[in-house]
């Protein structure tokens, strides 16, 4: 009979309430909680001795870490690159969104990313709520999932873009009454906001997104094909007043949910700090001018700053290196960080490109790797997560992963993860799939009386306690992986 509980091995482990590297430290695992049961150091590492259990994990030689998590994250959202936006709301079938999201969950997981935030399904209504509870049942695998559901907006405001209004949105009245699936819910006023605030709690959600500012015309692109196009073509407007993101921020505390609002903008970022936000997203436009307001208004209030890098070098190109020095900048000011790319603008299980991109900008290793783990724990809601992951301790989910590569050597060893396990269950090893990914049922075992289906009457199946149609889909059997794993292609970006 299996252990309660098995014990991993490490010689070279992150901890992020140290921010530091740690040597020989071991963690016992309880296999039927999924989380740590202890933690502990070893005085001297005597060889084979430790492993001696045969269920036990050696990954001593390997660089260990919590397993990340993605702060801002869209499961439902393939590559720009591949399919834009717009397009993705608008024309995909939401099965065939729900199947891409499957396999961005499992590319995610590989990849070492045990939990996501998701920012909005993006004109899918409420499903990351019932994709997080398929992955919590054991159905598909994937990263622990905090949603959001829908993002809030104010009305006209953050909506899949149709240019063509005779299709029935707002406008002429003209049309075949055909409309596009909505990208938000649309609230206004205090009242309104905070009816919104109850719709999301109500619809599953684990927080509260909302735009603080958004580009408001659909038209006039940055390379839109405008023959005289005004000075500033589609800047981003506040979509709240403080009164309403203020609204919002109290009611998401009744529900006891963090807060995560878009800012592309300082004057935003401001309203979304005072309002109390638990993170700002974004901020592309250059804080040079108000930095020293700004940074004061986010460490006072203690917002998490998820800066999204990772979108801004693929979809903002030539104002990357402002955001960068925006972003370094802040961090010098003691401003917080959590981390995640706004991945799905580019593909899940390229999430480690926001950390790679972060320490290029000049943010030490190390705070890299806590905005990875108990940044991105606090931007989950802290203890109102209802769990505690990002560093190793007792009671803590055994979220688990290890590079092959040292990342205080090699820039790219983000990339390099061969280990991954979650709740205890291992996902990844030696670099490769565990073969448990997808759950299938099994025909019983010779004497299970149904299997030949010869002479046995649906009665008896009954009897013998083991019908064929009740075996259980839950119970893994072995199959290979075969979703394809993403290629990291940044349209401009050097690699
Ligand atoms: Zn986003």
Partial sequence: MARKTFTVHTSLLFDPKKKAFVENVSMEVDRVGGSIARVFSRDDDDGDEIAKNDDDIDLRGKVVLP??????????IHSYDERPASEQMRDVSAVERIVRATNHARAALL??????????TEALGAADANLRDCINRGI??????????????????????????????????IGSGLTAPRASDAADGVDGVRAAVRRRVGDG?????????????????EDGDILFPPARRNPAVPLFTQEEMDAIVSEANLAEIPVAAHCGETRTALMAARAGVTSVEHIFEDTHAVADELFAALRRGNVLWVPTLAAAELLSRPIFEQVKASVKRAHASGVRFAAGGDTGTFNHGLNARELEVMVEAGIPLVDVLVAATVGGWEACGGDRSGFRFGWFEHGNRADIIALDADPRDDTRALRKVSFVMKDGQVWKHRGQPVADMVPVPQWPDSNGGSSDGGGADSDECIDDGEPWTNLSAARPHRLSMSVPLPVYQPRNAPV
């Fill in 67 to 76: 397993g990340f998590v993605d702060s801002h994250a869209h499961i439902f």
């Fill in 111 to 120: 990849a070492g990313y045990t939990t996501y935030r998701d920012l909005g």
């Fill in 140 to 173: 598909t695998p994937g990263p622990r999932l905090f949603v959001a559901t829908e993002a809030l907006a104010s009305s006209g405001s953050y909506e899949t873009r149709v240019e063509n209004r005779s299709l029935g949105g707002r406008g002429t009245g």
């Fill in 205 to 221: 959600a684990d927080l509260i997104k909302f735009y603080a500012d958004y580009r408001r015309k659909i038209g006039p692109r």
